[in-house]
């Protein structure tokens, strides 16, 4: 996987405080103490004045249909349709590696795919026909643009060791890319956990999670004020009845 910074909006701090200043945060002049501020806060519709575009190689078809799940967002896909496929590459999982057996039968589906696809080629067929034949694994290339609002959002989600290992691989790669162009921003932002302070994923956050222990499942927390706050919310609708 190969993941490249194609453009990023240039002087973005001053953009975001700009605008922000617009909003009305007039009377806090600093620029970083402002977009820490809107961060820390999720005053983040500001954020989204800020975009990066990456070009993404050697991704598998797999990982592309994950990253298309985040609709705010740009995307562009190498098409199947348009280009030849002969001699494709594929994604390894990390998981088959070392395992010899699982390895051959890995290679082995590669190869039948692929010999199908020439032979289909070799016959007439259209590129648009023989592409179904292609595996999850296939290698594509993507280029993606998102602000820095849907940027978070899709780390909260990506980083979290939940997520795929390829699409975890993707999310540290162009996260990397993101802290060094701003570092303001994204010092204060990783998984979920991280970025909110407790971790939402409660009873589904695994024992590898490296978290455990200094952030506090979200449920837990909840379950400290709940029934307190409840009793509130309820005088409030009492109020209006
Ligand atoms: C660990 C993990 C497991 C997953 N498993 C599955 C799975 O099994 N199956 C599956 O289909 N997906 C799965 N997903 C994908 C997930 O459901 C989301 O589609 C994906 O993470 C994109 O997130 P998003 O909707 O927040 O992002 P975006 O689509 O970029 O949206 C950003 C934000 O905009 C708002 N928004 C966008 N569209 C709407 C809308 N129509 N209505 C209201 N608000 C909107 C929401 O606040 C949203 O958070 C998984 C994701 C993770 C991280």
Do not use: Q
Request: proline share 3%.
């Amino acid at each position: 996987m190969e993941v490249k910074l194609l453009r990023v909006t240039e002087e973005g701090l001053a953009l975001v405080a700009n605008a922000a200043r617009v909003s009305g945060l007039s009377s806090m002049r600093d620029t970083e103490a402002i977009v820490k501020l809107i961060t820390d806060n999720d005053y983040s519709s500001v954020l989204e004045h800020i975009c990066f575009t990456f070009d993404i190689a050697g991704i598998s078809v797999a990982l592309s249909r994950e990253l298309l799940e985040h609709r705010i967002a740009s995307h562009t896909a190498r098409s199947t349709r348009y280009n030849e496929e002969r001699g494709f590459e594929y994604y390894i999982p990390e998981g088959l590696k070392g395992d010899d057996e699982a390895m051959r039968i890995y290679r082995e589906a590669m190869s039948h795919a692929e010999e199908a696809y020439v032979r289909l080629r070799g016959l007439g067929i259209g590129r648009e026909e023989a592409r179904y034949v292609l595996p999850m694994a296939l290698h594509t290339h993507y280029v993606v643009t998102m602000n820095v609002r849907s940027l978070i959002n899709f780390f909260m989600l990506r980083l979290c060791v939940r997520a795929s290992p390829e699409m975890r691989e993707l999310a540290m790669r162009m996260y990397k890319i993101c802290a060094r162009e701003y570092p303001v921003i994204f010092a204060r932002i990783w998984c979920r956990g991280f970025t909110l302070g407790v971790c939402p994923e409660n009873k589904a956050r695994p024992a590898k999670c490296p978290f455990i222990g200094i952030i506090t499942n979200k449920g837990v927390v909840k379950r400290k004020f709940e029934v307190e706050a409840r009793r509130i919310i309820e005088k409030e609708l009492a109020k209006r009845s």
